[in-house]
C-alpha cells in the first residue's frame, strides 16, 4: 500500500524556470513562493484579476469601474468593461493546428485556424438568419465533435447562450434541462458512436424538438449519415410512439446552416453577460441551471488553464470528456491559451483499455487529461503507456484518486507529473489543483488555485488546518454563477452554496488543508460515513476496497440518521470471473479493520450487477441511501441523469 503523502515526483530547476507560472511571477514582480504568491492574490483580489486581464491581453474594454464590489452572493465583476468569449478564443494564431478530432471508428478531422474562423463565421451568420441574437439561447444534442465547439463559437460572438446535452442522455433528461431555457435553436446529430456500436438518436431528437414550443429551428448533424450508418430523420417523421406533436419550427440541416459566408464579427457584452448554462445533475431533482459569465470564464480559463495545467501555445491539450460534462467547457479553453484541443467521441476502453493513452500518443498530446477512475482502471488492468514523448503532464478529476494511482503514474510515467485537479460544474475550474512548482506527493492535492481564497470549515464555521472539515470559499471568484436561470429573487441560487454560512460559499465536500496549504479531497460532505463519532469521506473507503482486483467498482453506504448509529452496507462490482466469497469478504473486512478502523467494517458486503453513476461518472450515493431508508426508487433519483439506472433495482430497503 502507498503512503499518503509519498513523493512521487519533484520538479528540477529548469523545470520551475521554464514554467508559465514562473514567468508571470517575475513579470508581477514578486516572489517565486507559491505561498505568498497565493495569500497576495487572494487578499488584493481587485490587483490579482486585473493582471490577469493585461498580462493575456484580454480582447475587449475593460471600462473605469472598480474591478470588485458587494459581497457574496451579490459579486460585480469589472463594472463598465465589455469582451466576448469568442472574440478572444479565436484570435488570429500562425501555424499549428486549431483542433483535431479523433472518433473511435478512426475518422479523423484537423483545422487550422483560419478554417475554424470561417465556419464560425459561416455558422454564426446561419443563426443569425434563424433569428438567434443576443440573449437567445441555443441548446445543443451533439458529442464531442468539431460542429459542437463551431456552433458554440458562433453562439457566443452573437451574444446568444449555450448550453448542452450529450446524445446519451435520456429525452426526459434533456427536456427537463432545455425547457427550463427556452431555446430558440436545437442543433442536433442523428446519432453517435460508442464502444464499437452506433446508436441512432434521430427519433430522441424529435422527441426532444417536440416538447420545446419555444423552437424556431431544429439543425440536423448528420454524424451517423455521413459514415454509411444512420440517416437525418425528415419533420413529418414521428417523435416518438408518446409524442403527440411534431417537431416546432422549420428543419434544417447543418451544410443548410452553414451555406452562406458572412464576416466573423464579434458582439462586446458586459462582463457578467452569460455565455453559457451548464446543469447540475439532476438526480435527485430538477437540474440547476448555472450560468456563467464570458468576462468570469474568460479570465478563471486563461488562469487556470496556463498557471495550473502549464498549457499554452503549442500545446495539444486533451481531456476525456462529453459535451455533458463541465470538462468540455474547460477542454476547448485551449483555444484562449493558442493550444491545440483535441476532440474524442468514443468510449475509453475501445477496442482495450488503453484507448486513451494511444490516442495521447498517436496525437502527440502535451498535457493529457481524465477522470481518476481511468488511471485506477489502468492500473488494474497492468496497463505500460508507451510513446508519449511529448507529455508534459497528467491530469486527474471527477473524484479523489487514491495514493496507488499517483505512485502507478510515477512508475510508469517517470518525469510526467500528475496533477489532481477538484473543483466542479458551478464554478468551471479547480479550486485545488496543482503547479509545476510543486511536489507531487501521493494522495495530496499540492495547492489551493490562486484566486481562490478556499478553507476548511469546523461545524462551528471556523477554520481548521490539518483537520477535516467543510470546503468553503470566503473570498468571491468570477467565475462564480452570474445566476441560476429562472431564480429572478436569487432563492434557488442562494439555498444551493449560501445557507449554511451566510456570505461563505459552502461546496459540499469534505476537504483537510496542511499546514503547507496542500489538500485532500475526502468526498461529498452529504455521503459522510460516521462511525461512533468518527467522520471518514467515502474516498479513503473505496481506496482499501479498490485495491483488491477482484473488486471492479463500490459503494458504501452508512444508514444512520442524527443521533442513531445504523448499518454500514458495502456494495461491490465484482471484475470479471471473480466471486464473492466468504475468503474475499473477510479479506476486505480484515483490510478495512486494519487500515481505517474496526467501526468501518461494514455489517454486510452485497455484489451487485453495477454502481449507479451520473452521466459524467460520480457514484449516487446520496440517492442509494435514500433508497436503502424507504425512498421509492422512482423518487430518490431521476434514472435519465444516470449511466445505468438499471442496477438501481438490486438495492433495497434495509
Known sequence: MVAEGELVWEPSEEVVASARLSRYLEWLGRPAAYEDAWRWSVDHPEEFWTSIWDYFDVIGERGDGPVVSGTMPGVTWFAGSSLNYAENALRPRDGGAALVFVSEDGARQEMTHAELREEVARVRTGLRRLGVGRGDRVAAYVPNIPQALIAFLATASLGAIWSAGSP??????????????????????????????????????????????????????????????????????????????????????????????????????????????????????????????????????????????????????????????????????????????????????????????????????????????????????????????????????????????????????????????????????????????????????????????????????????????????????????VMFWNDPSGERYFGSYFDVYPGVWRHGDWIKINEDGSCVIYGRSDSTLNRGGVRMGTSEFYRVVERFEEIADSLVIDTGQLGQEGRLLLYVTLAEGAELTEPLQRALCDALRTELSPRHVPNEIHAVPGIPRTLSGKKLEVPVRKILLGTPVEQAANPDAMANPEVLSHFRPV
Open 168 to 481: 446519451d442522455f435520456g429525452v426526459p433528461s434533456v427536456v427537463d434541462r432545455f425547457t427550463q431555457i427556452e431555446p430558440k435553436v436545437l442543433i442536433a446529430v442523428d446519432g453517435y458512436h460508442y464502444n464499437g456500436k452506433s446508436y441512432d438518436r434521430s427519433a430522441a431528437v424529435n422527441e426532444i424538438a417536440a416538447a420545446l414550443p419555444s423552437l424556431r429551428a431544429t439543425v440536423w448533424i448528420p454524424y451517423l449519415a455521413a459514415a454509411g450508418e444512420g440517416r437525418a430523420p425528415q419533420r413529418a417523421e414521428p417523435a416518438s410512439p408518446h409524442a403527440t406533436e411534431p417537431p416546432h419550427g422549420e428543419v434544417i440541416g447543418w451544410e443548410g446552416l452553414r451555406a452562406e459566408q458572412g464576416p466573423l464579427e464579434f458582439e462586446r457584452l458586459p462582463f457578467d453577460h452569460p455565455l453559457w448554462i451548464l446543469y447540475s445533475s439532476g438526480t435527485t431533482g430538477l437540474p440547476k441551471p448555472i450560468v456563467h459569465g464570458h468576462g468570469g470564464v474568460v479570465l478563471e480559463h486563461l488562469k487556470s488553464l496556463t498557471f495550473h495545467q502549464d498549457v499554452g501555445e503549442g500545446d495539444v491539450f486533451f481531456w476525456y470528456t462529453t459535451t455533458g460534462w463541465m470538462m468540455w467547457n474547460y477542454l476547448i479553453g485551449a483555444l484562449l491559451v493558442g493550444a491545440t484541443p483535441v476532440l474524442y467521441d468514443g468510449s475509453a476502453t475501445h477496442p482495450s483499455p488503453a484507448a486513451l493513452w494511444r490516442i495521447a500518443d498517436s496525437e502527440d498530446v502535451t498535457y493529457f487529461g481524465v477522470g481518476a477512475p481511468y488511471i485506477m482502471a489502468s492500473l488494474k488492468a497492468g496497463l505500460r503507456p508507451e510513446g508519449l514523448e511529448k507529455l508534459r503532464g497528467v491530469g486527474s478529476t471527477g473524484s479523489p484518486l487514491p495514493p496507488e494511482g499517483f505512485a502507478w503514474l510515477a512508475a510508469e510515467l517517470p518525469g510526467v507529473p500528475l496533477g489532481s485537479f477538484s473543483g466542479g460544474t458551478d464554478v468551471c475550474t479547480g479550486f485545488v489543483g496543482a503547479t509545476m512548482l510543486h511536489p507531487v506527493r501521493a494522495g495530496i492535492i499540492p495547492c489551493r488555485s490562486l484566486g481562490a481564497k478556499v478553507e476548511s470549515y469546523d461545524p462551528a464555521g471556523e477554520p481548521v488546518t490539518g483537520e477535516v472539515g467543510e470546503l468553503v470559499v470566503t473570498r468571491p471568484m468570477p467565475s462564480m454563477p
